[in-house]
């Protein structure tokens, strides 16, 4: 599945919590957010495990020391004894690409996808600010 050109207003109310926690920082609320976003489209998509995890080892940075290493190494790395992944349940944030398409594959996030990955699964929701709408 994947929608284009979807403004804040129209998004799932899952995805505006996501900008919130990307945001975490310099917003308190999501009407905060809706004014940092009123002019933004974002891309909405649901990904495969397989997918994202491929999308994952594509965008390995060279600074990782994980290119030419397999998801499940890095994941194991990653996820270590399990204790800092919590399991997100029925809850299924999406992940935000990275805004920087020259660098890794996401820019918030990553615990959540370690812990889809963890958790078995079937799906990661992801949301993309849509080019140039940054």
């Known amino acids: 599945?994947?929608?284009?050109?979807?403004?804040?207003?129209k998004l799932p109310i899952t995805y505006k919590k996501a900008l919130l926690e990307l945001h975490y920082m310099e917003c308190e609320t999501l009407e905060d957010?809706?004014?940092?976003y009123h002019d933004t489209l974002f891309t909405l998509e649901i990904l495969s495990i397989q997918e994202s995890t491929k999308r994952c080892m594509e965008r390995m940075p060279e600074w990782s020391g994980y290119q030419?290493?397999?998801?499940e190494e890095y994941h194991a790395d990653y996820v270590g004894d399990g204790t800092h992944i919590p399991n997100h349940g029925d809850s299924m944030y999406p992940v935000i690409e990275?805004?920087?398409m020259e660098d890794e594959w996401l820019s918030d996030g990553w615990h959540r996808f370690h812990s889809y990955v963890k958790n078995k699964k079937e799906?990661?929701?992801?949301?993309?600010?849509q080019e140039g709408r940054i």
């Open 123 to 129: 799906h990661v929701p992801l949301l993309r600010f």
């Open 98 to 100: 990275n805004l920087d």
């Open 68 to 71: 030419g290493k397999t998801f």
């Open 33 to 36: 957010v809706q004014k940092l």
């Open 1 to 9: 599945m994947k929608q284009y050109n979807v403004p804040f207003h």
